[in-house]
Structure formats: C-alpha cells, structure tokens
C-alpha cells in the first residue's frame, strides 16, 4: 500500500495563478482533509470530506475549492494564488466510523511558494 | 484563546532525561485525544491516541485529566531519536475535524 500520496512536492506559482495539488489515499478511508501548516501556527483544516460528493469547509477554506467524486483521490484547487497561500500543504485519510475520528494518516506534504 | 495550547519550547534535555509536556484544551466536550510526532520537514504521524484512564507505550506515558482539560505526554529515558515536534491533537464533540496545537519541539542532546 502506498498510504496517502501528495503531488507535486514542491510548487512555486506567480501571483493570480491557478494550480491543483493531488492527494490520493489506497486506504479505502472514507474522511478525507487538506490542511496548511505554517510556522507557530500549527495545522490548520482548510476542506474535509466524509465520503464520495460530500464536502465540507474548515478553518481557514478562503481562496481553495475541493471536490470528491471518488473515494481515492480529494484534489484542493487554489483559484486565485496569492502570497498568503505560500505554505506547507498535507492531505490526511482516516477511518471514521460515526463521529468519532481515528488515526489521521498523512501525506508527505506540498511545499507551495506563491511570488 | 486557541482551542488546543501546547509551549512551543524548545526543551533542551540530555539523553537519558526524562521530559514531560502538557496540553490545554478549550472544548470540554471533545472526546478524542492524541498525540503526534512531527519530525523536521516531515508529515505529522500517530505517536499515541490518550485514553481517560491513562495509557503507555514503552517509554512514552500518555494521561488525560478531563477535569482540567489538559493531556500530558511524559518521555522517559529520552534518546537522540526522540528530537522532534510534537503535537497535541483533539476532536471536538458534534465535529468530524481534528484540532493541532501548534507543536512542543524537543531537542535530545549527547
């Protein structure tokens, strides 16, 4: 199993343009979120998803759409880049029976620079 | 007040120390605790999941006091391989999304 795989690794988009991050997971996890991190803030949830067709916005969803027609793969589009996007960027799976949410696995993360 | 506070450190400790770190949470209804460990550049992965009466791993000894809402993380006989960040996690009650506090980093020196 590959787990939950992010491409690309590394992006540096100008100012104004569009771009799509890939995640996909081989889990069969039906949760699935995006999440930025920068430095001293932690992560923070931009989009979820609990299942093919169903999602839902977090913390910070501002300037980022998502979609979820399959189970394996939960792209995050950002529209319009801007520098306040530069950031970490980690897609997670998890099984997630009822409310409750188990382990999150992560993937190895896009490091996105926006000029 | 964030949801989920954590000291940023750093704490510098020798090989063999033991370490403990604590965790606030604001949310006194959340019902899942965990703690993670973030390694320099790395993708956050699962250390422990934290269970109301207290649970531990080899040297790692995780505890939960729900009456003051904090979760400790205690680290014996620290070796060089423990240097990172870790990162409290909770999920509040009624929401499907999991909540990081902003990281502990550890430095584990010879």
């Known amino acids: 199993n590959a787990g939950v795989t992010q491409t690309p690794k590394f992006q540096v988009l100008k100012t104004g343009q569009s771009m799509t991050l890939q995640c996909a997971q081989d889990?069969?996890?039906?949760?699935m979120s995006w999440y930025r991190q920068d430095p001293g803030m932690g992560l923070r949830l931009i989009h979820y998803?609990?299942?093919?067709?169903?999602?839902d916005q977090g913390e910070v969803p501002n300037g980022y759409n998502v979609s979820r027609s399959t189970t394996e793969d939960f792209p995050l589009r950002l529209l319009s880049a801007a520098p306040s996007q530069t950031s970490v960027y980690f897609c997670?799976?998890?099984?997630?029976?009822?409310?409750?949410?188990?382990?999150?696995?992560f993937g190895p993360g896009t490091r996105l620079t926006v000029t | 007040r964030k949801e989920v506070e954590q000291d940023p450190g750093p704490f510098n400790v020798p090989e063999g120390a033991t370490v403990a770190f604590n965790c606030t949470y604001s949310?006194?209804?959340?019902?899942?605790f965990f703690w993670y460990r973030q390694d320099c550049r790395k993708e956050p992965k699962l250390l422990m999941s934290?269970?109301?009466s207290g649970n531990e791993d080899g040297r790692f000894t995780a505890q939960l006091n729900r009456a003051s809402q904090y979760i400790s993380l205690l680290i014996r006989d620290s070796k060089l391989s423990d240097s990172a960040t870790y990162l409290c996690?909770?999920?509040?009650?009624?929401?499907?999304?999991?909540?990081f506090g902003s990281g502990t980093r550890l430095q584990v020196q010879p």
């Open positions: 997670a799976s998890s099984f997630q029976p009822g409310q409750t949410l188990y382990e999150q696995y």
């Open positions: 889990m069969n996890h039906e949760y």
């Open positions: 998803s609990v299942g093919a067709g169903i999602t």
């Open positions: 949310n006194s209804a959340s019902q899942s």
């Open positions: 934290v269970y109301s």
């Open positions: 996690v909770v999920n509040p009650t009624g929401r499907r999304a999991l909540t």
